[in-house]
């Protein structure tokens, strides 16, 4: 041990591992050449290794709370976190006080999004360590993280109080000033910060952002921070700072309503579709996101890959169309877009499908064969931009708006013929890099109009959001294995968390109040969201136990079957929930609105043959909802009408669709081809075509 010791003075690290080792042979039990070795191994970057010398001696190491909690430290970093959570609980069960322990399991419960435990962790070391500055910065990051800003603003009041002018308590201050709202004395407050504290400022919010630090709206402005943490907010159904989002992004939009003035606002652009933001300001966030794009950026490093257009992949005659896809590790969207790629006419068209998955894997493409698949999440936008461009696309289709994976940078620098999005949630800006929208004639009601300019609308003879059939269960189940009550009238809905706004909920709890033995049955979103939604439902004078939360898509698919209603979400239609549940027999309610986002779900109600299922306000929805909850004869009915309409209404005939999508795009490939400018036009309808995919 000495002589390890000597040689890690020494900086030789190979040796001091070499002599601890040593020592650990001849004393197996011994905690210090353990915990040597161990130290030793996480200096050398191998906490795998580490972590098996502690565990050698376990017993020993969780006799007392010191040994336990590096246990928990060693299987935290090798990304074991439940194994850690339990060596750092077992330290406080053997001593409460435990400094270092808090500390860890405070973080670990922060990076979980457990914010009441990190909290509860912290504010205990504040109480042993009340002298320490850590201490207060670590309260005051949780309390942050979970949105408690003004307990945050007041703590760290106190916190400067017995430590005036310390760096990291300051401008924790200022970022706290900006997430209550306060953004007059947030900007006060980070000019004031010096040039050091002003990188460590860019440094806590590189950490803490919920989104990329690479986007451009992750900047440091008071009014972007509060904007960033009330959309995170949104993801777990938190609207209590909606009214004062709004007016943020409202203030925002107004610093870009010059023609040119770019500002990247993707996240505005989906997000707000769900606040009472007018189109035009959703349509100044698009504009200033792609002027952003536009504006002149720093000469990009040399592509790690050189990709040269001179040197173009073969190809033939068929029109080439490229799929810009989500990660194939989302194996629901991966399984949809292979069953929807079985449906084309392949001997006309050739597909490429462009993935960012990380970590990716030959088997996660094996669904999407014989088509070509390129992984592209290790490119940077000018490495993806060479790669695509080798194709000589006719087409590309973007699928990725709204999720991680959207790359508008490269979308921007145009790697195809004819650029367009396959669902289009609002109108294009002139300096989008679109050349069509895709839309259909429920909704976009207006027939195409020449383009003064920007993207020319195609219309679809019926609903453009098409899915195929998800697989059914093997097996079925009955409601009390499924967690839903025997008796009770299952109102279904399933929508990504933000789109969950407050209107829609409300109307939900108009209905449940309406028809008590209604239950609504909604995807569990983790739980800060269920918190959340309880809390709503009781300020509405609901019982919280009427909302049923399921957490697989798997489990979902099982008892989908139980499901009486689909009631849609208000302004931004569900996407393939709405979907699935038609295909699976069961009837839905969607009020139609007037913005392309809020009409989607009408549109495919509309094709299923369910026109009496399309309302046209917040009042008819909930009334007829109403009314089919307290008369089940009628939504009998109206499920047995669906189910007979699989047999001749447009939605479910897919083939047909499939050969409407084609059309399309043929006339924009030849237009191209032509070297003609893109124009509106309208798809004639197709012929049924009832056959299933194995018979193509």
């Known amino acids: 041990m000495d002589q390890g010791a000597a040689a890690h ?18 004393a197996p039990d011994n905690t210090n050449a353990a915990s040597a070795c161990a130290a030793l191994l996480f200096e050398q970057s191998r906490p795998r290794a580490a972590l098996s010398r502690l565990c050698q001696v376990e017993n020993q190491l969780l006799a007392e709370a010191e040994g336990a909690c590096n246990l928990g430290i060693a299987a935290l970093s090798c990304a074991q976190p439940a194994q850690a959570r339990g060596y750092f609980e077992h330290a406080l069960r053997l001593d409460e006080s435990h400094v270092r322990t808090l500390i860890h399991l405070g973080t670990l419960a922060a990076r979980e999004g457990r914010w009441s435990d990190a909290i509860a962790h912290a504010t205990h070391c504040l109480r042993l360590l009340p002298q320490s500055e850590t201490s207060w910065t670590n309260l005051a990051d949780f309390l942050m993280g979970g949105r408690q800003s003004e307990e945050a603003l007041a703590h760290l009041d106190e916190a400067l109080g017995r430590f005036p002018g310390h760096p990291e308590l300051a401008l924790r201050h200022a970022v706290a000033q900006a997430l209550s709202g306060n953004f ?28 990329s630090p690479g986007d451009a709206e992750a900047d ?19 609207w209590r700072d909606r009214h004062k989002l709004t007016a943020a992004l409202r203030e925002i939009l107004a610093d870009v309503r010059q023609p040119g003035k770019g500002r990247d606002s993707r996240h505005t652009m989906l997000y707000g ?35 040269s257009i001179k040197q173009p992949l073969q190809r033939d005659d068929r029109i080439h169309v490229g799929i810009a896809a989500r990660s194939l590790r989302d194996a629901a969207a991966t399984s949809a877009l292979a069953a929807q790629l079985a449906l084309h006419d392949h001997s006309r068209f050739a597909f490429h499908i462009y993935s960012p998955t990380p970590q990716p894997q030959a088997m996660l493409a094996e669904p999407l064969h014989p088509h070509h698949v390129v992984e592209i ?101 009955i409601r009390a294995e ?54 709503e439902a009781a300020a509405a004078g609901i019982n ?60 495919r109600l509309s094709a299923a043959g369910l026109p009496e299922c399309i309302v046209e306000s917040r009042q008819a929805y909930v009334a007829e909802t109403v009314r089919l909850g307290r008369d089940r004869g009628s939504l009998s009915a109206l499920r047995q009408r669906l189910h007979a309409a699989k047999s001749d209404a447009a939605f479910f005939d897919l083939n047909a ?34 056959f299933s995919t194995g018979n193509q």
């Open 657 to 690: 669709r499939i050969r409407e999508l084609e059309a399309a795009w043929t006339s924009m490939a030849q237009r191209t081809r032509d070297k003609q400018p893109p124009a509106g036009f309208d798809v004639v309808p197709h012929p049924s075509i009832r």
């Open 544 to 603: 919280p136990e009427r909302l049923i939360l399921t957490s697989s898509a798997a489990q979902d698919a099982l008892r989908l079957q139980h499901a009486d209603l689909f009631v849609d979400t208000l302004h931004l239609s569900t996407f393939k929930g709405l979907s699935d549940a038609l295909m699976a027999g069961i009837p839905a309610i969607s009020s139609a609105g007037s913005s392309m986002a809020s009409r989607m779900g009408a549109s």
């Open 273 to 307: 579709l769900t606040l009472p933001l007018p189109d035009e300001d959703l349509l100044l966030a698009s504009q200033a996101t792609w002027a952003a794009l536009a504006a002149p950026a720093p000469a990009p490093a040399k592509p790690l890959i050189p990709f």
């Open 377 to 477: 999440a290790h490119f940077t936008d000018e490495e993806t931009v060479g790669r695509i461009r080798l194709d000589r696309l006719d087409l590309l289709v973007d699928n990725c708006f709204g999720t991680p994976w959207w790359r508008p940078g490269v979308l921007h620098r145009r790697v195809a013929a004819v650029q367009l999005e396959q669902y289009a949630l609002q109108p294009y800006p002139v300096n989008a890099p679109f050349d069509y929208l895709v839309s259909d004639t429920f909704v976009s009601p207006h027939a195409p109009q020449p383009p003064a300019s920007g993207a020319a609308l195609v219309r679809l003879p019926h609903a453009a959001w098409f899915l195929p059939d998800s697989p059914q269960p093997e097996r079925a189940c």
């Open 9 to 26: 003075a020494a900086g030789n690290l190979v040796a001091a591992l070499v002599h601890f080792e040593a020592a650990l042979a001849l």
């Open 482 to 535: 499924a967690g839903l009550p025997e008796d009770a009238l299952v109102l279904y809905s399933r929508a990504r968390p933000f789109a969950i706004n407050p209107q829609s909920f409300s109307a939900w709890m108009d209905i449940l109040n309406a028809v008590p033995d209604a239950v609504l049955w909604l995807p569990d979103a983790g739980q800060a969201a269920a918190q959340n939604l309880a809390r």
């Open 184 to 211: 007059d004395a947030a900007e006060h407050e980070m000019a004031s910060l010096d040039a050091q504290a002003q990188g460590a400022l860019r440094l806590l919010l590189k950490k803490s952002t919920p989104f």
């Open 220 to 238: 440091t402005t008071p009014r972007s921070l509060f904007c960033l943490q009330a959309f995170e907010a949104m993801d777990d159904c938190d």
